[in-house]
């Protein structure tokens, strides 16, 4: 009976879920501000509703404001005359039933065939959906869209973009919507996001060779390369073997980005982390250690080995790439050299025991190509994209700050970079490629840290959307995805609208404590506070750095291994469909720009019908040419 009391209960509306929990004696009227006293429980039941409110009370007090306005509008909601009846007779119904579980029973059924018949309560949800037309009309427009989607866009794509969030699996995408809408005043579930519009979604199976939940590293060779390989590589296939350096040689595999640029198109790399971190790093490096950011980092053995850094296999290796932006500016320049933003500040200083100044010798030779290397966001937008065809912007001396902690004044955000960087790619006739990280998501999950991981998906949403505005569908296939995803999870029943980092509207039926709706498999949010997990109503669970509890203690947080979603517009971008391996990725990619390994479609009328109006404009000139001779 219990149980089914439990499942009742979790569809009630928050406001009548508060009612049943509320205590008898009467409310402060500053919206509970006033601790309750500690009473004993005499049955499980009542214990919860004690709980709970002695919860909502501290919490209200941890909170201020913003828990006292959710707190006002459950108030609200229970002062409307039809509520008040209600909770009145609801709470009569209470007051006996409490001696009774099967009366109690019997008042919530009564209770939710009430709601049903939209007696008591205010609604959740928008008046509109409760009329069936409105959701058969949404469907209907639906269907109309997707009945179009028939008519395959064939063209030939001329421009490339690929969207990475790191470790932006699908809980997190659900997640990020949410927060979306409720950064704009929606309840945020219906809320579209810019990925959502793509009208082409698939799902790639991310493990690496060796791996069945995998890393950056060897799902960006598989995104990146098309080849799957090792965990902890990049750029090489899966014969080659992590650390060991003397596996690179004969194994190294070249990236979507290398065949775009064999192809006369220009190609850019954009990235919160930095450069030389796993995923950018796949595009141009052949490492057998991901870690290998510069020499420094590199142990003798390799360095002797023949093996080279990864920030100077950024320059090295795939000459003149052709905009470069993210952090990682320490690893270019010599040992010690001070920072130019952070001159007092030892750990941001240079790392490379070679001496090398790569920044200098990278201006150097773009001396007379129209390069820029910028540092900072304002020299960033000072550009006319117009006047520059090379661009490094190096803005940080590692990863680039959190997008809820960047200084808007110094440091550019992703949206500000993407856009940049399309304005100098686009120039180029032949098209261009380009490489855009969301690299942060990861690490908010990796920290347990929720609002840090879904405030950089938005920010690369809203990256997306501009991009959609700088470019068209006719000959840019654009392709959002993520390497893996994380032991990240939200749930809980919440109610329509429910802050996305907000509590579940119960308490645990185990250990009577509230929890929040997200939570971790694993990772740093385990705690306890005296044996016990902890109470989060006694703490700030909206703060931007609260790290959500997990079930298992870890410093750092894991990665998932479920699939990933792959949302695909553009050219050909219904070759991304149902369930495939994450190296087909760039196959798909490089075949709708015909670059690559499979060309044939290119140059004969067998392949792509989007080819045709070349193909065909070539015969239909030869052809009048033949007639007129
Ligand atoms: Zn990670």
Redesign the pocket.
Known sequence: MASLFRRVFVFLPRGIQTAILRPREPESSNCGLTKRKKEKRKTPVKATSRTRIQGLNEQRTQLGEDSCSAACTVRQLQSSPASQKGMLWLSRVMSQSHRDDNMKMTALLILCSCLMLGTLGKPQFPEQEKDPKFWNAWAQQTLNNALMLQKLNMNKANNLILFLG??MGVPTVTAARILKGQMKGESGEETQLEMDKFPFVSLAKTYNTNAQVP??AGTATAYLCGVKANEGTVGVSAAAVRSKCNTTEGNEVTSILKWAKDAGKSVGIVTTTRVNHATPSAAYAHCVDRDWYSDNEMPDEALQGGCKDIARQLFENIPNIDVIMGGGRKFMFPKNKTDVEYPDVAKHSGTRKDSRNLVQEWIDRMKDKRGHYVWNKKQLLSLNPNNVDYLLGLFEPSDLPYDLERNSETDPSLTEMVEVAIKILRKNPSGFYLLVEGGRI??GH?EGKAKQALHEAVEMDRAIGRADLLTSVFDTLTVVTAD?SHVFSFGGYTTRGNTIFGLAPMLSDVDQKPFTSILYGNGPGYKLVNGARENVSTINYQENNYQAQSAVPLSMET?GGEDVAVFAKGPLAHLLHGVHEQNYIPHVMAYAACIGQNRKHCTTNSGTVGLHPVVSGIVALLTVTKLLC
């Open positions: 790191d470790g890393d950056s990861d690490h990796h893996h990665h």
